[in-house]
């Protein structure tokens, strides 16, 4: 699995309107809840004991 990492500053440079990314993220929630999609599991790293990051 291939992970990119982009920064704010370069999520901010595409000016996508907040209206926009709401009308996606409800649409997601939408299809969610219609079982026509599945939520990827967390992807976990553990770089030392006791210690771990996860992302979703």
Excluded: N, W, Y
């Amino acid at each position: 699995m291939e992970v990119m990492l982009i920064s704010q500053k370069e999520i901010e440079s595409l000016h996508i309107p907040v209206t926009e990314v709401m009308d996606v993220v409800e649409k997601g929630f939408a299809l969610k809840g219609e079982e026509k999609l599945e939520m990827p599991a967390k992807i976990g790293i553990h770089p030392r004991k006791d210690c771990f990051i996860h992302a979703m």
